[in-house]
């Protein structure tokens, strides 16, 4: 008994140290975790993005190879053009793609008379528009001069388009764009330059 | 070693195995073995930790700090999903480069961004980047928008709210499983209450009380020294200690839910066409007038600009725009070719002095006016500018916005032939006026209104075509009150030759 009492004692000793000794070593070891994690988070390194650590992504390519949709002079009222770029979303993330205008420029105001029609569909490509077919339901991105897609849509927030890729597999989508410089075009545009960049982006939705 | 494998005998091995082994043999329960201090230490440990760091993720929101719970991995290998990123607000004059920052998403209106500030725009704007993104984000962001930097990261403890987001209920349950393992765990070195029919708290040891009247230890709780208690002190110690835990986990968790904002650290890709530019030409050729009948100067009012008036005719007698003058602009559309505003004063003088006026000639040009005070359109005069002391073959507006074309005939004096109706109306008008040898025609809109076999020839003095304003004789019919037309003027031309009705009429036709 007397053995038995003594050594309940010493493990109930231990017990409690091993009870109060909880704390103390809890408050140090989540103490110690959240040091290093935000040390490693937030010391301000460079991190070399390309490595691919994440779960799923988004990705968006189009084929254009780098090459401006129209680079076109002498435009006279009246004239005409029309390119079709195709989208790419190989993204293993739901995401919604939006199209926006980047870096306008216009002299003389031209490009408040340079009307632009974008069309969303299938089919075509930039090096050849042949067989693009709009979309049956919702095809129209933009109808609009181009002075106001570079006033309206600025930014992924303002952006044009209705295209949500799933992630689930690669899709592709076609647009068509197609300008016109408008017949009233005045005289005051003489000379008149107007510039813009068009931009998709994909967002994890 | 040796009471550690009989724990695992049980034949009822199934579940908790640990529980139930503490609860079936009586022997152990009496006295916490070595290895349940451990187990129930390590139980302890992990769950105060995991209290803890609810407790780091929580608590800086009591400081205005903002927990945020990282639902995306557009930071990694930083920062994961289900991390919890506490971001301390800072002035903006402190935020720098390198700095993970909360944002309010620009591209997603009530969503937050936690993404690097890599550069500053220009424009003060900050430029972030997520870390696992090929490019910056696209849209900068204002200091303004900035809530904080992020400075406590606390890992792994948003994992629920990540799941409950995403539905991921198995993950959930087997979280909560897991929790109620460790929390039966953290009680394997308590010993059993002494009342026969006090059970563990059913709660927390799930299956333990219906054995425990038979564990019920011998050992009195006197014969524990340390712990002079008694056993319903105890109980409620441990009740209350359970309440406790359970009420910061559940407030801990209420805080990771409610407080924390899920920070939406954004995937993005651009797919880039490069900017495309159009020019338009510098002279629209839809714009250049047509010019026939080989006129001996043709003004089209088309430049839009400048002080000079090109001469079309290809004669190079280039008009130069003297006083009140200013361009209209127009377009290829329809009837909106640009032309000129005369104001007062205002005129087109002509560079080439002729030493004798023609004898044959016709004077034409479009006009839109609603003045009531007349004025000069097209005359040959004395001088270039200012007013000439002789002026003959003058074609001008009365006050009452008739049209009148006078001459100077050699023996019967002044002879002014005026159309019968007004045209200042505000509208275009075609008027033209010739002078043949035979007669003087006056003709508007492509038709003749009035036409004098009297006067067939003016003088033939020296001077300069002018449009727009010249002396006037008061002596003429419906001489104006103002000698300076006010009016918009376009296509003006001279012609050494009487354009016929029919030319006069197919002008009118092709338009201004």
């Known amino acids: ?205 | 070693m040796d009471r550690h494998r009989r724990t695992e005998q049980p034949p009822s091995g199934a579940g908790a195995v640990a529980v139930q082994g503490v609860s079936r043999q009586p022997g152990l329960s009496r006295a916490a073995g070595p290895w349940r201090i451990i187990l129930a230490t390590v139980a302890r440990v992990i769950l105060l930790t995991a209290v803890c760091l609810l407790g780091w993720s929580a608590a800086p929101a009591a400081l205005g700090w903002a927990p945020t719970t990282v639902m995306t991995g557009s930071m990694e290998p930083r920062i994961h999903p289900g991390d919890v990123v506490v971001a301390r607000p800072v002035p903006s004059t402190e935020l720098a480069v390198g700095q993970v920052l909360l944002v309010d998403d620009p591209d997603h209106p009530g969503r937050l961004r936690l993404h690097r500030f890599v550069a500053a725009a220009p424009d003060g704007s900050i430029i972030l980047r997520g870390d696992a993104n090929r490019t910056d984000d696209s849209t900068h962001v204002q200091p303004s928008a900035v809530h904080g930097v992020g400075f406590i990261r606390v890992p792994l403890v948003g994992m629920p709210v990540l799941w409950l987001a995403e539905r991921r209920m198995v993950a959930l349950g087997l979280l909560t499983g897991a929790v109620m393992l460790l929390l039966a765990a953290a009680r394997l070195d308590r010993r059993p209450p002494q009342a026969s029919n006090a059970a563990y708290t059913p709660a927390q040891t799930p299956g333990s009380g219906q054995e425990d009247p038979g564990v019920t230890p011998p050992v009195p709780a006197t014969d524990n020294a340390p712990e002079p208690i008694s056993s319903t002190a105890g109980r409620r110690r441990v009740l209350v200690g359970a309440g406790a835990a359970l009420a910061v986990v559940v407030v801990s968790a209420a805080g990771l839910v409610g407080v924390h904002a899920a920070a939406g650290a954004t995937f993005s890709s651009p797919a880039k066409n490069p900017t495309s530019s159009l020019s338009a030409s510098t002279a629209f050729s839809c714009l250049a007038p047509t010019v026939s009948d080989s006129p001996y100067l043709f003004y089209g009012f088309n430049e839009g600009s400048g002080s000079t008036a090109p001469d079309a005719s290809g004669n190079g007698r280039t008009g130069t725009l003297v006083g009140g003058t200013s361009w209209l602009t127009g377009s290829c559309a329809g009837d909106d070719s640009p032309a000129l505003t005369l104001s007062t004063n205002g005129y087109v003088s002509t560079p080439t002095r002729v030493s004798a006026a023609p004898t044959t000639m016709s004077m034409e040009l479009w006009i839109r006016t609603s003045t009531t005070s007349g004025g000069v359109l097209m005359d040959f005069g004395s001088s270039q500018t200012g007013s000439s002391s002789a002026t003959d073959r003058v074609l001008y507006l009365t006050d009452a916005g008739k049209v009148a074309f006078g001459v100077y005939a050699s023996v019967i004096g002044a002879e002014v032939a005026t159309s019968p109706k007004a045209y200042n109306d505000g509208q275009w008008h075609q008027v033209v006026a010739t002078l043949s040898g035979t007669s003087m025609s006056l003709y508007v809109d492509g038709a003749r209104v009035t036409q004098k076999t009297t006067a067939t020839s003016g003088r033939a003095n020296a001077g300069y075509w002018r449009v727009g304003q010249d002396a006037i004789a008061s002596s003429w019919t419906g001489a104006p009150s103002s000698t300076s037309f006010e009016g918009t003027v376009d296509d003006a031309a001279v012609y050494t030759t009487a354009l016929s009705s029919t030319r006069v009429s197919a002008h009118y036709t092709a338009g201004r």
């Open chain 1, 1 to 205: 008994m007397s053995l038995r009492t003594a050594r309940t004692s010493r493990t109930g000793r231990t017990t409690r140290i091993a009870t109060w000794g909880a704390i103390p070593a809890a408050l140090a070891l989540s103490g110690a975790l959240i040091a290093h994690s935000s040390y490693a988070a937030f010391s301000a390194t460079t991190v070399n993005p390309t490595n691919n650590w994440t779960t799923g992504t988004v990705a968006l390519s189009d084929d254009d190879s780098n090459t401006a949709a129209f680079t076109v002079s002498n435009l006279a009222p009246g004239a005409t053009g029309t390119k079709v770029i195709a989208v790419t979303s190989n993204g293993s993330l739901a995401s919604a793609v939006k199209l926006y205008g980047t870096n306008p420029a216009t002299t003389n105001g031209l490009s408040s008379y340079v009307n632009l029609v974008i069309t969303q569909g299938t089919g075509g490509s930039f090096a050849s528009g042949t067989g693009f077919t709009p979309l049956a339901t919702g095809s129209n991105v933009y109808t609009g001069t181009l002075a106001n897609l570079a006033t309206s849509a600025t930014s992924y927030a303002t952006g044009l388009g209705t295209w949500t890729p799933t992630g689930s597999a690669a899709e592709t989508r076609t647009f068509q764009i197609k300008y016109t410089v408008d017949s009233a075009t005045p005289n005051a545009a003489q000379g008149g330059t107007a510039a813009i960049g068009l931009t998709w982006e994909a967002q994890n939705s």
